[in-house]
């Protein structure tokens, strides 16, 4: 049985799901060459390839979902936290960084969180698209922002996890607590 997914080209058109494609596209090859610099490797096209069939899926997936949110709560539009939480969640779960089969010495997979690619992606994606990252850090702490961000990708290789998280994630970002923490240290 073949499944029409023409709604969502008269709810939102073809050229604004052929735009989110190529943003997705493009954002993961960047992130692709990013890593491969850090892991200073050349030839990323060797060894890892963006997989059009799976941002495909991730295009009618999360446009899915944003038609079911907007139809089910009466809104025109989705805000930008949700935007970036339903991509970044279907960007985590599709996987569409792909490792090619033997290209990696089993030394290198071991030694580097490329396996791990997607959840960064997601997670890289999410931040791109809910802060502006061409200005200044305004945390002071950036160490703890880091443990964050660890303990963010821990949560997405082996914990359950939704489009919500996503969006409780960014707002928790967003806010800060009005009072201190506890040590509890001290115990």
Same mark, same amino acid.
């Given at each position: 049985m073949q499944i029409s997914y023409d709604f969502l080209l008269e709810e939102f058109t073809e050229e604004k799901l052929k735009n989110r494609f190529i943003f997705i596209v493009q954002k993961a090859e960047l992130w692709i060459n990013h890593?491969?610099?850090?892991? /200073?490797? /050349? %030839?990323? !096209?060797?060894?890892?390839?963006? %997989?059009?069939? @799976?941002?495909?899926e991730i295009i009618v997936d999360y446009f899915t979902d944003i038609y079911r949110m907007k139809k089910f709560h009466p809104i025109k539009k989705s805000n930008a936290i949700k935007v970036a939480s339903y991509t970044a969640y279907w960007v985590a779960r599709k996987k569409p960084i792909q490792i090619k089969i033997n290209q990696f010495s089993d030394d290198i997979i071991k030694k580097s969180w490329l396996i791990y690619i997607n959840e960064s992606f997601a997670m890289m994606l999410l931040f791109a698209m809910a802060f502006d990252q061409?200005?200044?850090?305004?945390? %002071?702490?950036? !160490?703890?922002? %880091?443990?964050? +961000?660890? +303990? @963010?990708r821990y949560h997405l290789i082996y914990r359950?996890? +939704?489009?919500q998280t996503f969006e409780l994630t960014l707002m928790a970002l967003q806010s800060e607590f009005p009072y201190p923490m506890l040590n509890h240290n001290n115990s």
């Open positions: 890593c491969f610099r850090q892991l /200073q490797l /050349q %030839n990323p !096209e060797n060894y890892l390839t963006v %997989n059009h069939d @799976l941002v495909g061409t200005k200044s850090p305004i945390v %002071n702490d950036l !160490e703890k922002f %880091n443990t964050f +961000s660890d +303990s @963010l359950t996890y +939704s489009q």
